[in-house]
């Protein structure tokens, strides 16, 4: 069963750069017929779909989000990373990494990671 | 791209039946047999129940069962149990545009 863990800091000022990484720890991230992908959650709220890729670097992105958004693969630490610009209190969720299948919708998740943007 | 739209609530008592619907549009749920349901108790992370409109993954209860008409998809849990209280999530594949996903806005399952 495929595992995944997210990982980065839990706090980012705004107008910075978020950054995150995601840690498959079971299964290999270079598999044809998979995509890993980028999903967030305001506090109280729903879940907003950010991004995906496969391994060989083909992304999909929320058309929202494009302009600020980078999803990024590296196959020799079995490892995906997100990386969202100029970020605001908006932007502040928890952030959840995910396996998918070629329609891009989620099957395995992680645990999630919660992100808050504040000076 | 526009949400899904889900009701906000519903209840039920232990052994009763729910149904959770789940509209889109033309672009996604009316022609993609790529609709996925999930269940998220509170403060945890969201878990796949069903997938391809009406496919249950392993070790997901036989009483949980998806089904499609038109550019409306439904979930129902049948035979309620107090563990089934949480929020449902309904998402789907969209290819309005460029290929994307669409989440629902998300239903609060309330056992009473």
């Known amino acids: 069963q495929v595992q995944l863990q997210e990982s980065g800091p839990g706090l980012v000022k705004p107008s910075e750069t978020l950054s995150l990484t995601c840690t498959v720890s079971?299964?290999?991230?270079?598999?044809?017929?998979?995509?890993w992908g980028w999903i967030r959650q305001p506090p109280g709220g729903g879940l907003e779909w950010i991004g995906n890729?496969?391994?060989?670097?083909?992304?999909y992105y929320n058309p929202s989000l494009e302009s600020r958004v980078t999803i990024s693969v590296d196959t020799s630490k079995n490892q995906f990373s997100l990386k969202v610009n100029s970020v605001t209190a908006a932007d502040t969720a928890t952030y959840y990494c995910?396996?998918?299948?070629?329609?891009?919708?989620?099957?395995?998740w992680g645990q999630g990671t919660l992100v808050t943007v504040s000076s | 791209q526009s949400a899904l739209t889900q009701p906000p609530s519903v209840s039920g008592s232990p052994g009763q039946s729910v149904t959770i619907s789940c509209t889109g549009g033309?672009?996604?749920?009316?022609?993609?047999?790529?609709v996925s349901w999930y269940q998220q108790p509170s403060g945890t992370a969201p878990r796949l129940v069903i997938y391809?409109?009406?496919n249950r993954p392993s070790g997901v209860p036989h009483r949980f069962s998806g089904s499609k008409s038109g550019n409306t998809a439904s979930l129902t849990i049948s035979g309620l149990q107090p563990e089934d209280e949480g929020d449902y999530y309904c998402?789907?594949?969209?290819?309005?545009?460029?290929?994307?996903?669409?989440f629902g806005g998300g239903t609060k399952l309330t056992v009473l």
């Open positions: 995910a396996r998918t299948g070629w329609e891009l919708l989620p099957d395995f």
């Open positions: 079971v299964g290999s991230i270079n598999v044809g017929g998979f995509y």
């Open positions: 890729i496969d391994y060989s670097g083909n992304t």
């Open positions: 033309s672009s996604d749920i009316g022609t993609y047999q790529r």
């Open positions: 391809e409109v009406t």
């Open positions: 998402s789907s594949y969209s290819s309005g545009g460029t290929s994307h996903v669409l």
